[in-house]
């Protein structure tokens, strides 16, 4: 596809979805909603994130994983899976897909500890330190 590589003209493709950024990575760059990556561009193709949810739409349209080569030969990344080409003229169709690939990226970002501490000292369970865990202090030297 034409001005695959343009990061204003994916923007611009990804319009009615909302709002995407694009960052440049290795040879390619990847496509961004809400802090998440959900596709990713590489020779001016663009592969959209899966997971095995949604891998079968995929499949069912007869597309591939992204592959890359390395010096022991080609490698397929199978979280990532080329776009349908009819997608670059549906823009809705195309916002549809894009937001599976943003909940693909949302079950498999990596969750956050419940043992994060708020401002207040207590872990994400409201519970304070136990004396065990507290950091001991030493008394200042005068």
Known sequence: MA???????????FAVFGRVSIRR???GAGIFADGLMIGLISRGVIY?????????AF???????????TKNGQRSLMSYWRMPERLYDEPDELAQWAKSAL????????RKSARVKSASGK???GRAPT?????????KRS
């Open 59 to 69: 499949e069912h349209e007869g597309l591939d994983p992204f592959t890359y080569q």
């Open 103 to 110: 909940e693909a990226a949302r079950r498999s970002a990596p």
């Open 123 to 125: 872990s994400a369970s």
């Open 131 to 139: 004396a065990s865990k507290r950091k001991q202090r030493r008394p």
């Open 48 to 56: 959209l994130k899966a997971d095995t949810v949604t891998i079968p």
């Open 3 to 13: 001005g695959a590589d343009d990061p204003d003209t994916i923007v611009e493709l």
């Open 25 to 27: 990575m290795f040879s």
